[in-house]
Protein backbone atom coordinates (compact mmCIF):
# COMPACT_ATOMS: atom_id res chain seq x y z
CA UNK A 1 0.00 0.00 0.00
CA UNK A 2 3.03 2.26 1.12
CA UNK A 3 4.59 1.57 -2.26
CA UNK A 4 1.40 2.39 -4.36
CA UNK A 5 0.93 5.84 -2.25
CA UNK A 6 4.51 7.07 -3.12
CA UNK A 7 4.49 5.97 -7.15
CA UNK A 8 1.41 7.89 -7.02
CA UNK A 9 2.93 11.25 -5.39
CA UNK A 10 5.94 11.06 -7.45
CA UNK A 11 3.71 10.65 -10.50
CA UNK A 12 1.65 13.94 -9.51
CA UNK A 13 4.67 15.76 -8.54
CA UNK A 14 6.40 15.02 -11.59
CA UNK A 15 3.22 15.79 -13.72
CA UNK A 16 2.68 19.13 -12.02
CA UNK A 17 6.44 19.86 -12.83
CA UNK A 18 6.32 19.25 -16.20
CA UNK A 19 2.89 20.70 -16.60
CA UNK A 20 4.69 23.62 -14.60
CA UNK A 21 7.63 24.06 -17.14
CA UNK A 22 5.28 23.72 -20.38
CA UNK A 23 3.08 26.53 -19.09
CA UNK A 24 6.09 28.88 -18.29
CA UNK A 25 7.96 27.90 -21.19
CA UNK A 26 5.18 28.00 -23.76
CA UNK A 27 3.61 31.14 -22.48
CA UNK A 28 7.20 32.97 -22.66
CA UNK A 29 7.91 31.69 -26.15
CA UNK A 30 4.57 32.34 -27.57
CA UNK A 31 4.44 36.00 -26.22
CA UNK A 32 7.68 36.77 -27.86
CA UNK A 33 6.92 34.74 -31.03
CA UNK A 34 3.37 37.05 -31.56
CA UNK A 35 4.49 39.98 -29.75
CA UNK A 36 4.10 41.96 -32.91
CA UNK A 37 0.08 41.15 -33.96
CA UNK A 38 -0.23 41.29 -29.84
CA UNK A 39 1.94 44.84 -30.02
CA UNK A 40 -0.77 45.91 -33.08
CA UNK A 41 -3.80 44.81 -31.50
CA UNK A 42 -3.23 46.47 -27.87
CA UNK A 43 -4.30 50.05 -26.58
CA UNK A 44 -1.16 52.35 -26.67
CA UNK A 45 -0.32 56.02 -26.39
CA UNK A 46 -0.27 58.05 -29.31
CA UNK A 47 3.57 58.42 -30.12
CA UNK A 48 4.79 54.76 -29.09
CA UNK A 49 5.61 52.32 -31.89
CA UNK A 50 4.93 48.97 -30.17
CA UNK A 51 5.08 46.73 -33.42
CA UNK A 52 8.85 48.08 -34.14
CA UNK A 53 10.12 47.83 -30.44
CA UNK A 54 8.78 44.31 -30.26
CA UNK A 55 10.29 43.46 -33.77
CA UNK A 56 13.98 44.53 -32.29
CA UNK A 57 13.31 42.81 -29.21
CA UNK A 58 11.88 38.95 -30.53
CA UNK A 59 13.84 39.35 -34.28
CA UNK A 60 15.16 35.78 -33.66
CA UNK A 61 11.55 34.41 -33.08
CA UNK A 62 10.28 36.84 -35.82
CA UNK A 63 9.15 35.76 -39.35
CA UNK A 64 12.04 37.59 -41.89
CA UNK A 65 10.79 37.80 -45.39
CA UNK A 66 13.58 36.81 -47.97
CA UNK A 67 15.15 40.57 -49.19
CA UNK A 68 18.33 40.48 -51.27
CA UNK A 69 19.06 44.06 -49.73
CA UNK A 70 18.44 43.50 -46.11
CA UNK A 71 21.35 42.07 -43.74
CA UNK A 72 20.88 41.01 -39.87
CA UNK A 73 23.49 41.29 -37.08
CA UNK A 74 22.70 39.54 -34.02
CA UNK A 75 26.41 39.76 -32.13
CA UNK A 76 25.08 41.03 -28.73
CA UNK A 77 22.81 43.73 -30.41
CA UNK A 78 20.32 43.36 -32.94
CA UNK A 79 20.76 45.63 -36.32
CA UNK A 80 19.35 45.63 -39.13
CA UNK A 81 20.55 47.48 -42.67
CA UNK A 82 18.78 48.49 -45.69
CA UNK A 83 21.29 48.40 -48.78
CA UNK A 84 18.07 49.08 -50.82
CA UNK A 85 17.84 52.64 -49.64
CA UNK A 86 21.95 52.82 -49.60
CA UNK A 87 22.93 56.81 -50.62
CA UNK A 88 27.02 57.87 -50.48
CA UNK A 89 28.21 54.68 -48.74
CA UNK A 90 25.33 55.30 -45.71
CA UNK A 91 23.06 52.33 -45.06
CA UNK A 92 20.39 52.83 -43.29
CA UNK A 93 20.11 50.84 -40.10
CA UNK A 94 17.84 49.99 -36.81
CA UNK A 95 19.18 48.97 -34.10
CA UNK A 96 18.76 47.71 -30.04
CA UNK A 97 21.45 48.13 -27.79
CA UNK A 98 21.53 47.40 -23.84
CA UNK A 99 22.86 50.92 -21.60
CA UNK A 100 23.01 51.19 -18.17
CA UNK A 101 19.81 52.56 -18.31
CA UNK A 102 18.20 50.41 -20.14
CA UNK A 103 17.06 49.16 -23.69
CA UNK A 104 17.45 52.06 -26.60
CA UNK A 105 16.63 51.71 -30.10
CA UNK A 106 18.42 53.78 -33.10
CA UNK A 107 17.65 54.74 -36.43
CA UNK A 108 20.45 56.06 -38.78
CA UNK A 109 18.98 56.94 -41.95
CA UNK A 110 20.55 57.86 -45.60
CA UNK A 111 20.65 61.30 -44.72
CA UNK A 112 23.69 61.42 -42.10
CA UNK A 113 20.99 61.73 -39.30
CA UNK A 114 19.88 58.94 -36.57
CA UNK A 115 17.12 58.95 -34.18
CA UNK A 116 17.39 57.60 -30.52
CA UNK A 117 14.47 56.05 -29.15
CA UNK A 118 13.09 55.08 -25.93
CA UNK A 119 11.33 51.45 -24.76
CA UNK A 120 8.05 52.96 -26.03
CA UNK A 121 9.83 53.32 -29.34
CA UNK A 122 9.28 57.44 -28.87
CA UNK A 123 11.77 59.68 -30.35
CA UNK A 124 14.42 61.33 -27.33
CA UNK A 125 17.11 62.45 -29.16
CA UNK A 126 18.70 62.57 -32.45
CA UNK A 127 21.93 64.38 -34.18
CA UNK A 128 22.63 65.17 -37.74
CA UNK A 129 26.02 65.14 -39.54
CA UNK A 130 27.39 67.82 -41.68
CA UNK A 131 30.66 67.75 -42.91
CA UNK A 132 32.61 65.76 -40.23
CA UNK A 133 30.88 67.03 -37.27
CA UNK A 134 27.58 65.66 -35.38
CA UNK A 135 25.00 68.56 -34.17
CA UNK A 136 22.48 67.67 -31.84
CA UNK A 137 18.84 68.06 -33.23
CA UNK A 138 16.40 69.69 -30.79
CA UNK A 139 13.32 66.97 -30.25
CA UNK A 140 10.87 69.81 -30.09
CA UNK A 141 11.69 70.33 -34.03
CA UNK A 142 11.44 66.70 -35.20
CA UNK A 143 8.76 66.28 -37.91
CA UNK A 144 8.14 63.02 -36.30
CA UNK A 145 5.64 61.72 -38.86
CA UNK A 146 8.35 61.80 -41.31
CA UNK A 147 11.11 60.26 -39.80
CA UNK A 148 8.30 57.37 -39.05
CA UNK A 149 7.36 57.51 -42.53
CA UNK A 150 10.89 56.89 -43.86
CA UNK A 151 11.40 54.17 -40.39
CA UNK A 152 8.71 52.17 -42.28
CA UNK A 153 9.60 52.56 -45.64
CA UNK A 154 12.89 51.09 -44.79
CA UNK A 155 11.62 48.66 -41.95
CA UNK A 156 8.35 47.83 -42.26
CA UNK A 157 8.17 44.62 -44.27
CA UNK A 158 8.72 43.16 -40.58
CA UNK A 159 6.01 44.26 -38.93
CA UNK A 160 3.44 43.28 -41.86
CA UNK A 161 5.12 40.21 -42.29
CA UNK A 162 4.56 39.67 -38.79
CA UNK A 163 1.27 41.50 -37.65
CA UNK A 164 -1.29 39.36 -38.68
CA UNK A 165 0.52 36.21 -37.90
CA UNK A 166 -2.35 34.96 -35.35
CA UNK A 167 -1.24 32.91 -32.75
CA UNK A 168 -3.09 29.20 -32.47
CA UNK A 169 -3.77 30.26 -28.44
CA UNK A 170 -4.44 34.34 -28.30
CA UNK A 171 -2.72 34.83 -24.75
CA UNK A 172 -3.62 38.74 -25.58
CA UNK A 173 -4.38 39.92 -21.68
CA UNK A 174 -0.83 38.33 -21.04
CA UNK A 175 0.67 40.78 -23.51
CA UNK A 176 -1.23 43.40 -22.41
CA UNK A 177 -0.71 42.89 -18.68
CA UNK A 178 3.20 42.56 -19.82
CA UNK A 179 3.39 45.34 -21.79
CA UNK A 180 0.23 48.03 -20.89
CA UNK A 181 2.55 50.55 -18.91
CA UNK A 182 5.98 50.27 -21.13
CA UNK A 183 4.00 51.51 -24.11
CA UNK A 184 0.95 53.58 -22.32
Keep these: MKK?????????FTMIGLVHLYNNWYIDYN???YSVYYAHNMEHKEGTQPELAM????????RKPKKSNIDYRYDGRCIIYNFKYEADNNVPRLSRTNWSEGTVYCFVDNKYSSYYFDRAFE???GFSR???TYREINVNTIDKDVVY?????NFGFLVEANVNRKPLINM?????KKYYKRFN
Design 4 to 12: IIITCLITL
Design 31 to 33: LRK
Design 55 to 62: VLDNLDLM
Design 123 to 125: IKD
Design 130 to 132: TDS
Design 149 to 153: HDLYK
Design 172 to 176: QKEFD
